[in-house]
């Protein structure tokens, strides 16, 4: 089936004219119409403009004038700006606000030839972990427990995304990540996702959560994929100062590299207390297939991991708060109207935002406030430098490191925490590379004793992509994770 396809196989059956760009995309948007009723992987799709865009693949390709992603059918995550495509958030602020402009890092893909199916769905600004607190209703993970139809969450923010990649409604799918929204719904999910060093894909046409965060990257179903999509997708952009201006190396080439002598880093802080004996197993299963494949393995030491999660949940509200300060209801979005300016911005922004937004305005309001800021927010940014500093100093004596992506497998969508405290603690692993700008990804490594997939998750040196992909081409081989979800393309429906 031409969904069963990775981003290299279709690209190669293209240019071999085995099938039409136009017949791969036609297939992505039938098996959207047959599954997206159930899972709401997408909040907009754009079938119309998608079949445009594979007939001019074709014809590009028929001219030998075609990119690597020429014909390739992908989700854009519904944070990323897109021209004359409605853009949401996932928020009811927005309205039916609709960019003129195409973000960099779209646009950048369109250039390589993608064909873009549809909008996908998210956490409401990208605020989560479970895609429960979309404005445009929960998304389901396209995975089921054993002999158990309980639906579950497909992690977040990006949970659209990596939803509509496990259930081959897209060959891959744009995630931004800023705390961990690109690796756990991979982990989740059961596929991949990179997190890019933080600068090198641009943030300009991103609709920003926490700036100094915040870093988009691709989710696919396979290393190499992912190697593809962040070629096109990174790079410098005069247009975002954060941007690097560094040169993008041919990812795809790294995948296969030989890992002789390569030193891989567990590091002792991420054996939290309370980790589960299959999830342990899983890591330490992970520590031998890289050994095997001829990797050192070193211990090294992450001092500061255990003050992650508090500054993380400092830093990124105090961003966001900062950040969501525009959608007042008189620019653009949605307006509810007052008797005074304060009123209207008081009723626009109460009823605009969603529950967990505005927890996250709310604190971040607060410790950026003249009596608290410099007990909170000094003091996280302080720490931040603290845990960029173990990074640094980890990194010496290991080329990567390895750990687990999330401390658990999917959960219901009934059993999320009450408490949101408890809630931000599944966060506990990723948080650290966010806050130190460092890259990493999720590769899905095996299925717990429930039959949902768990994730590994490798951290690299800054602009180091390459050991990444390397590294994990190596654990996804040695893996060979081939399950695949209950419901998909062409399966249950
Ligand atoms: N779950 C984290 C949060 O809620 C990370 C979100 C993200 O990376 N966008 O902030």
Redesign the pocket.
């Known amino acids: 089936m031409l969904t069963d396809l990775t981003i290299a196989q279709a690209a190669e059956g293209l240019r071999k004219h085995d099938f039409t760009a136009v017949e791969l995309t036609n297939a992505h948007v039938e098996a959207i119409g047959a599954l997206n009723g159930r899972l709401n992987a997408y909040i907009t799709v754009t079938a119309d403009q998608a079949t445009e865009a594979a007939a001019q693949a074709d014809r590009n390709l028929a001219a030998g004038d075609a990119p690597t992603l020429t014909g390739i059918p992908l989700g854009i995550k519904d944070l990323f700006c897109t021209k004359g495509v409605r853009t949401t958030a996932a928020s009811r602020i927005l309205g039916d606000f609709t960019p003129p402009y195409e973000s960099t890092v779209t646009a950048n893909l369109l250039a390589n030839g993608a064909v873009f199916v549809g909008k996908t769905n998210l956490?409401e600004f990208?605020?989560?972990?479970t895609n429960l607190t979309s404005a445009f209703g929960a998304v389901e993970n396209p995975w089921r427990r054993n002999g158990d139809d309980t639906p579950l969450v497909p992690g977040?923010?990006s949970g659209g995304s990596a939803a509509a990649v496990a259930a081959h409604l897209a060959m891959g799918a744009t995630g931004?990540?800023?705390?961990?929204?690109i690796r756990?719904p991979a982990a989740y999910c059961g596929i991949v996702g990179l997190k890019p060093t933080y600068g090198r894909c641009s943030r300009w046409g991103t609709i920003a959560?926490a700036s100094s965060l915040d870093q988009a990257g691709p989710m696919t179903r396979t290393v190499e994929d992912a190697a593809i999509m962040l070629a096109a997708m990174a790079g410098h952009d005069a247009k975002d100062s954060t941007s690097a201006n560094i040169a993008v190396p041919d990812y795809r080439a790294a995948c296969g590299r030989s890992l002789k002598g390569l030193r891989v880093g567990v590091p002792a802080e991420y054996r939290a207390p309370g980790m589960s004996a299959e999830l342990q197993a899983v890591w330490d299963r992970g520590v031998a297939m890289l050994r095997e494949a001829g990797c050192e393995i070193v211990d090294v030491s992450l001092p500061h991991t255990k003050y992650g999660l508090a500054t993380y949940y400092i830093i990124?509200p105090a961003e966001a708060s900062s950040n969501l300060a525009r959608y007042d209801g008189v620019r653009f979005g949605d307006r509810r109207e007052g008797a005074s300016l304060d009123e209207l911005y008081e009723r626009t922004r109460h009823d605009g935002f969603g529950e967990e937004v505005r927890r996250r305005i709310l604190v971040g309001t607060y410790v950026l406030s003249a009596g608290y800021y410099d007990a909170y927010y000094l003091r996280a940014q302080k720490i931040r430098t603290l845990i960029q500093r173990d990074f640094t100093q980890a990194f010496e004596a290991a080329d990567v490191l390895l750990t687990p992506t999330a401390p658990t497998a999917a959960f219901g969508h009934n059993e999320k925490p009450e408490d949101p405290v408890q809630m931000?603690l599944?966060?506990v692993f990723t948080v650290p590379a966010?806050m130190a700008g460092q890259p990493a990804l999720s590769v899905p490594v095996s299925l717990d004793s429930t039959g949902l997939p768990l994730g590994l998750q490798l951290i690299g040196r800054h602009f180091d992509e390459e050991t990444l992909i390397a590294v994990g081409s190596a654990l996804e081989k040695a893996a060979d994770f081939t399950a695949r979800p209950t419901f998909r393309a062409g399966a249950a429906a």
Do not use: E, I
């Open positions: 956490d990208a605020m989560g972990s977040g923010s931004t990540d800023t705390g961990g929204s756990q959560f990124a931000y599944n966060d966010s």
